[in-house]
Every structure is written in structure tokens, then in C-alpha cells.
């Protein structure tokens, strides 16, 4: 099952703000160029990309969980 | 010739060890944030010291050379590709014309230093090429790296295949220790509030950057009750304005301390409790957010011990690699 990594260290989110949906939900189909989360570091939001395809199965981190470099954010399969 | 930029990387600079002389002006001395390391980096390819290179943070910069040159990352530990072919950290290694360097997930610490020989060659202002991004000053343009960008390179020295010994660099402690000398300020708060600073343990928040490094997990400050003076705010963290030095801990609102860094504002209305010791400096600069850190209380002589044994130990570093 292909994982998808936090590009950098930060405290990820799951939706573009509080009030919205997020991203992705189970069943989901992912193409590459699609965003599943944010990573906020240095007051600065950034987007992480699936870059993969496939079904989004859910997310490992947690929302407004702090990660690290590497950890496993969502899994697609 | 030169390097193209391919991809930027989260926010990646160009920084030499900066522009003092101005900061009673109100323009930070700027800089490297981890200012060992990229003295060491441009030691290792031959250049000066104080040559500029690239500082880049939690994610490395991809990058297309333009001519055969040497090149050394220094600083955090971010697995190294040269053509997708790991490369070794603190060590120079030849790149050919049409390479390309780019970076796995950082592991460890939070900036890398790269150095290339001859240093990159942008235009210097106030004496730096330092990027300072707030006052649009330095580097390139005044900003950060952004794709298809082409970095000037100047003129390579004695460029050599070099490594430092790893037992020569300093290994972080968990928690992260930071030494404060206590300050101007430091009688505003109460005793007890005084050694809850030094007991508690705190965490580097994500808002960290280069202008200053956040910290949250403590206790509030205790103020001393005061009657607040005519030109200060009507917070108890307020005072008629005054100097920051580089190091410096505000705590505005009294909640969460911020260690002023290389392009930290030289002054305002926040009370400083002290300030971090020069010697420690470099460490912050390699802080991820979420990291666990105490402040160690340390007094100007202690301070000055730590300054001195950290330059004895760059130069350890400087003789072994003159001598390869």
C-alpha cells in the first residue's frame, strides 16, 4: 500500500480551514496533482501532493498533529 | 557559469555570515542561522569563510550545474543525491557540468548549508550577500530561491576532496540544552516565575523562522506589579522601547518566549528576560519545530568559556582540513 510521506516537519491538516471538508475521504480517487493535506511550518501553509494514483484509504496523521519529516501522512491504494 | 535552479525547496537563501554594522539602523546583521556550519561547508570547498552559499530549510533545493565545480553540504542530516547517487554529508565531493543535486526527507536538524567552490557571486549589499527577505535586501533580488533562477558562481580556489572527522562536531542533547545569561529585564518577573523558566521543559513552535525562534509549553510569566511607565503599553511584557541584541528572549503577553535571531527587529516595546548565549546560537538554528529544549541558567563567565571553547573547536576543524 503506497504512503504518503510529510515532505517536511510542521503540524498537518486534513481541510483548507476548520469550517471545510477534507481533502480526501476513504474511497476517494487520487490523481498525482491532487493536495491531501496541508503542512503549516514558519507561518506558512504548504501542500502536499498525492503524487501518486489510486483510492484514498485515510489518513495516518492525525489533523492539527505535528509531524515529521518522513512520517506517513495518508495511505492510497 | 553558473547553476539553474530547478526546484526551490521550502525557502532556500542565499547567506554568506552577514552585514554587521548596521543593526542600530534597524537592519539585522543577518546571516546563516547556523553559522559554524557554513563556515565549515565553504572550508571544505576551498573558499573563504565567509563566501556565500545556500541555506535551506527542512527540504533541500534541486539543482542543475552549469560547469564542473566541488561541493559540500554541511549542517542538518538530509540524505545527499548527485544524479539520484547518495553523497556524503560534510564532505566535498566533483560535480560535472549537467549534474543535478537534490535531497531526501530531512532526519535531523533543520537547515543544510550548501557550499559550492568559488562561492556564489551575487552582487553584495551593505557589505553582504546575505538574503534578507523582510527588508527585500541581498541574495538575489532580496528573496528566496525560486525555479529557473541562475546563481552566479565566482571564482573557485584550492578545491579538493576533503571530509571533517564526525567526532569533531557537536552531538545535541535531548532535551535541547540552551545557556541564557539573565538580562536587563530579568527583575520584572518573580522569583518563582524566574525558576519555573529554567524547570519547565518547552517545545520550538512551527512559527519559529529567521527572525525568531518561538518557544510554547511553559508556564505564563509572574509579573512584579509595577505601575506601567508613561510610553510603555499597558501589558505587563511592555516597556518604554529598548534595544534587542541577537539572542535576546522576549515574552510577549508573558506567555511564550521568542529568542531573537539573524534577522530579528533591533528594537521594541517587549521586556527581554535575558538572552541566549552566543555560543548556542548556532544550535537554534538547527531546531525542527516540536523539539523539547530547557534553558540552562548561566552566568558572563560561563558564557565566555562556552564562546572561546566553541571557537577552539572550529579551528580544531580549520587545522585538520588545512592540513588535507
Not at chain 2, 505587563?236 to 508573558?254: A, E, F, H, L, T
Request: contains cysteine.
Amino acid at each position: 500500500m503506497p504512503d504518503i510521506q510529510s515532505p517536511l516537519p510542521g503540524t498537518f491538516y486534513h481541510a483548507p480551514s476548520p469550517e471545510s471538508e477534507p481533502f480526501k475521504k476513504a474511497g476517494d480517487a487520487v490523481a498525482p496533482e491532487d493536495t491531501i493535506g496541508l503542512v503549516e511550518v514558519m507561518k506558512t501553509f504548504i501542500e502536499v501532493k498525492a503524487e501518486i494514483s489510486g483510492t484514498f484509504d485515510g489518513f495516518v496523521a492525525g489533523n492539527a498533529e505535528p509531524v515529521q519529516a518522513g512520517d506517513v501522512l495518508a495511505k492510497v491504494t | 557559469m553558473a547553476i539553474k535552479v530547478r526546484k526551490p525547496g521550502l525557502s532556500t537563501s542565499i547567506q554568506d555570515l552577514g552585514r554587521p554594522g548596521y543593526f542600530h539602523l534597524g537592519i539585522p546583521e543577518g546571516g546563516a542561522m547556523d553559522r559554524a556550519a557554513l563556515r565549515v561547508a565553504n572550508m571544505l570547498v576551498g573558499n573563504d569563510e565567509g563566501a556565500a552559499g545556500l541555506e535551506a530549510v527542512f527540504m533541500g533545493p534541486e539543482l542543475e550545474f552549469q560547469e564542473d565545480t566541488w561541493v559540500a553540504v554541511t549542517g542538518a542530516t538530509m540524505p545527499i543525491l548527485l544524479d539520484g547517487e547518495p553523497r556524503e554529508g560534510w564532505t566535498s565531493f566533483p560535480v560535472r557540468k549537467g549534474q543535478v543535486l537534490s535531497f531526501g526527507f530531512l532526519k535531523e536538524g533543520a537547515r543544510i548549508y550548501i557550499a559550492i567552490a568559488g562561492g556564489i557571486d551575487t552582487p553584495a549589499h551593505l557589505g553582504s550577500r546575505s538574503t534578507y527577505v523582510i527588508g527585500a535586501l541581498g541574495g538575489l533580488d532580496g528573496r528566496p530561491l525560486a525555479a529557473d533562477d541562475i546563481l552566479p558562481l565566482g571564482k573557485a580556489g584550492d578545491a579538493a576532496a576533503r571530509q571533517v572527522d564526525q567526532a569533531l562536531l557537536p552531538a545535541a542533547s535531548q532535551p535541547v540544552e540552551l545557556r541564557v545569561l539573565p538580562g536587563l529585564y530579568w527583575h520584572r518577573i518573580t522569583e518563582a516565575s524566574q525558576e519555573r523558566f529554567f524547570d519547565e521543559e518547552w517545545t520550538v513552535a512551527p512559527e519559529a523562522d529567521r527572525m525568531g525562534y518561538r518557544f510554547r509549553g511553559g508556564s505564563p510569566m509572574e509579573f512584579v506589579p509595577r505601575e506601567q511607565p508613561f510610553g510603555a503599553g499597558s501589558d505587563p511584557s511592555n516597556i518604554v522601547d529598548g534595544c534587542y541584541s541577537y539572542g535576546s528572549i522576549q515574552v510577549p503577553g508573558g506567555t511564550e518566549p521568542i529568542v531573537l535571531h539573524r534577522d530579528a527587529v533591533s528594537g521594541g516595546g517587549y521586556f527581554t528576560i535575558g538572552a541566549v548565549i552566543s555560543a548556542d546560537m548556532d544550535l537554534i538554528g538547527q531546531l525542527q519545530p516540536n523539539t523539547r529544549v530547557r534553558f540552562v541558567k548561566v552566568d558572563m563567565e560561563t558564557a565566555l568559556a562556552a564562546r572561546k571553547e566553541r571557537r577552539a573547536r572550529l579551528q580544531t576543524i580549520r587545522d585538520a582540513l588545512a592540513a588535507t
